[in-house]
Nanobody, 129 residues
Framework: QVHLVESGGGLVQPGGSLRVSCVAS????????MGWFRQAPGKEREFVAA????????YYSDSVKGRFTISRDNAQNAMYLQMSSLKPEDTAVYYC??????????????????????WGQGTQVTVSS
């Protein structure tokens, strides 16, 4: 059975930093591109960042580009999202997901939920003073 478990969420002040992690079991994430999504209260889930199986290709939403860094450690079967210069509008539940394939491309878009096959339960990130 496949499990993706997020951790590292919490309360942080505006301008602060936080790293969330995603550890997988029951699946070798080295065979999958991976991504992070988030859902704020009252809003739809939205794409945050993604990377190919090797980490060689990385993608970010415009709202987090330059502030967030996605990375992975296939040996640890884990993925990370380093968040800095956090803003109140970054407050959301953050979800990790494993894509259907090892790369994104014209037919497998990194920012579409339908490109992903496995999902975690999410971790809450709250940015507030």
């Amino acid at each position: 059975q496949v499990h993706l478990v997020e951790s590292g969420g919490g309360l942080v002040q505006p301008g602060g930093s936080l790293r969330v992690s995603c550890v997988a079991s029951g699946v070798n994430i080295g065979r999958h591109a991976m991504g992070w999504f988030r859902q704020a209260p009252g809003k739809e889930r939205e794409f945050v960042a993604a990377l190919s199986w090797s980490g060689g290709s990385r993608y970010y939403s415009d709202s987090v580009k330059g502030r967030f860094t996605i990375s992975r450690d296939n040996a640890q079967n884990a993925m990370y999202l380093q968040m800095s210069s956090l803003k109140p509008e970054d407050t959301a539940v953050y979800y990790c997901a494993a894509a259907k394939y090892d790369e994104f491309g014209p037919l497998v878009h990194e920012n579409r939920e339908t490109s992903y096959v496995y999902w975690g339960q999410g971790t809450q990130v709250t940015v507030s003073s």
